[in-house]
């Protein structure tokens, strides 16, 4: 298992986000996590990538405890993430956006800066080459020079992409990345996200609502309800299972969506 | 006809700038031909302007491009990493407290003064930045506002710091056997200071630390997520700003001869401070242009007596009013 939770346990206030969570992602797996609104999905990736301090158990990655890590620490480990509402660095180019992905891969600091030693620059070079290559994987390189906010929006996703690539990450975490997205978009979508695994080895875990997308894209599939884990398994036996038919409101629509 | 529209208006969706005459002027700055001469005529400018004026205007541009240097420093905390700083003015205290301190208690010489001055500087960004850089930016300008007063009163109080009447009799630096002393001398190692400032500027922009601070300004989340420890990363745009403030300091010691802690005074941040807004955030001939407004303005406007310094207020809120983002304009549409 390249990431592995063990009884996470998440509250806020007296309310308890996430019940003793058990799960793990395999290395260079395809897993989504679905569930209703509000089920505890993006809490889950917040107490992964350390913006959130979960109150008990352990998040192990690729053999480090993540659990006391800043977020920061967490990406240069080697996860990378996407938001649910894009946050691009706004008045910055594209190309710029996607070389903040680059830093915790660099070193060079002020002194290095100011007097342009060779190390630096060549850092430099290195920086750029490889977001224009993220830019060139994501299918958007004619735009890096671009201000990020100003591209239609199913390419702003893809910058966030590109950013979270640039970290070099061995597990990327993408939080409803079709959102918004229209049904072409939404197949480019699906062959990126398999491009990422496929040729850049990168496992992936997917929070979305589009099911249709979740059930082409996905090898495995994790249901999550009122912050406990109800299934696991393939799309088919998720979509066979009767806790998760009875979690999407009611069994009737709940079969309906699926 | 509508289709038209809506598709320019998806090929270019941001709010299109307005086509003013500063706008226009910038466009020469596109190309790189015209960019370099107009570094070089503004180069000869500085180089001859004080055989053109007489010494009491040379004595006055000195004092702005001491500005120069200060605002560019506080363009790195205010500009590029968004850290409202409002005792910037302490930085610069150290520096010459530094400088004159160690001129009159050691045999060092002021060459060999400089590197403590500057390590004092840097501590006292650390001590400053350290624990107050995890708060957000309302809370951290009130924190840097008393430590600006407390380098002040501290000044005032310790004999070593020479109380309410500072230190004097500062001696003049040599380098090479060149006794730096005149108005034009001095004139001249702040325009290489400016110079030394703005190469620095360009090259920390335009670096991975100074993309660091861009992502920490627009959203510091999303910053974490791509991995850049934001505290850390504050804490350098201190210290270099902390760096820049104690460069001014020093040679504004040496060039006086005599420092008092009136010369800090929380009025000096802020004008420092109102430069740096004035001509532009983070933007560096903005900046540059916001010393000299904040600095040659009331002298140009001395012909007005006792109503200057009124005048020289209302253009001020006139600036900001129309430019609310500083007189320079952004470059990227």
């Known amino acids: 298992m390249l990431l592995k939770l063990s009884d996470v346990q998440l509250r806020f206030a007296g309310n308890t986000v996430l019940h003793d969570v058990n799960f793990g992602v395999a290395e260079s797996a395809l897993t989504s996590l679905i569930g209703p609104n509000g089920a505890g999905k993006t809490s889950l990736f917040n107490c992964i990538t350390g913006f959130y301090k979960p109150q008990g158990g352990s998040v192990v990655f690729d053999g480090h405890e993540l659990l006391r890590l800043k977020p920061h620490r967490v990406t240069k480990l080697g996860i990378a993430r996407t938001f649910q509402n894009l946050r691009l660095f706004r008045e910055m180019t594209v190309l710029e956006n996607v070389m903040a992905g680059m830093h915790c891969r660099t070193h060079a600091g002020a002194f290095a800066a100011v007097f342009r030693t060779p190390g630096q620059r060549r850092e430099e070079a290195e920086i750029r080459a490889e977001a224009e290559d993220c830019l060139r994987f994501v299918g958007i390189l004619d735009e890096k020079d671009r201000i990020a906010t100003t591209l239609a929006y199913g390419h702003q996703r893809r910058v966030e992409i590109a950013r979270a690539l640039a970290t070099r990450p061995k597990l990327m975490l993408l939080d409803e990345p079709a959102a918004g997205l229209n049904s072409g978009e939404k197949d480019e979508l699906i062959g990126l996200i398999r491009r990422i695994r496929d040729e850049r080895g990168v496992a992936v875990l997917l929070i979305e609502h589009d099911m249709g997308l979740v059930m082409k894209v996905s090898e495995r599939i994790t249901v999550l309800d009122h912050g406990r884990l109800i299934a696991e398994g393939t799309a088919d036996e998720v979509r066979r299972d009767p806790k998760v038919i009875e979690a999407y409101l009611g069994q009737e629509e709940g079969e309906a969506a699926l | ?333």
């Open chain 2, 1 to 333: 006809m509508a289709d038209d529209a809506a598709s320019r208006r998806r090929r270019d969706p941001a709010p299109s700038r307005p086509n003013t005459g500063v706008a226009q002027l910038l466009a020469v700055f596109d190309d790189p031909r015209k960019f370099w001469l107009a570094i070089a005529v503004v180069l000869v400018a500085v180089a001859v302007a004080p055989l053109l004026f007489g010494q009491y205007a040379t004595v006055i541009l000195t004092n702005a491009l001491l500005y120069v240097v200060l605002c560019l420093g506080l363009n790195i905390v205010v500009g590029y990493a968004g850290l409202l700083d409002l005792g910037y003015a302490a930085f610069f205290a150290v520096g010459a407290y530094a400088v004159a301190i160690l001129g009159q208690q050691t045999a060092l010489g002021f060459w060999a003064a400089i590197p403590f001055a500057l390590v004092a500087a840097a501590a006292a960004g650390v001590i400053i930045g350290g624990p107050t850089l995890r708060l957000r930016s309302d809370y951290l300008a009130i924190v840097t506002l008393g430590f600006g007063e407390i380098v002040r009163f501290s000044a005032r109080n310790l004999e070593i710091t020479g109380a309410a009447s500072g230190i004097s009799g500062i001696e003049q630096p040599s380098l090479f056997g060149w006794h730096i002393d005149s108005p034009t001398e001095f004139y001249y190692v702040f325009a290489l200071l400016s110079v030394f400032a703005v190469i620095a500027s360009v090259r920390l922009a335009n670096s991975r630390l100074g993309r660091a601070w861009l992502y920490v300004r627009h959203d510091e989340d999303a910053a974490e997520a791509m991995g850049i420890d934001r505290v850390r990363v504050k804490l350098a745009a201190y210290v270099i700003g902390s760096i820049y403030g104690a460069i001014g300091g020093i040679f504004f010691a040496v060039n006086l001869g005599a420092i008092s802690p009136e010369s800090f005074s929380f009025e000096q941040s802020v004008l420092i401070l109102m430069a740096v807004i004035l001509g532009g955030m983070g933007k560096i001939p903005g900046v540059i242009l916001g010393a000299f407004i904040i600095v040659l303005g009331p002298e140009l406007l001395r012909d007005l007596g006792e109503l200057r310094l009124l005048v020289f207020a209302v253009g001020l809120l006139l600036i900001m009013l129309f430019r609310p983002s500083g007189i320079w304009p952004s470059r990227k549409s």
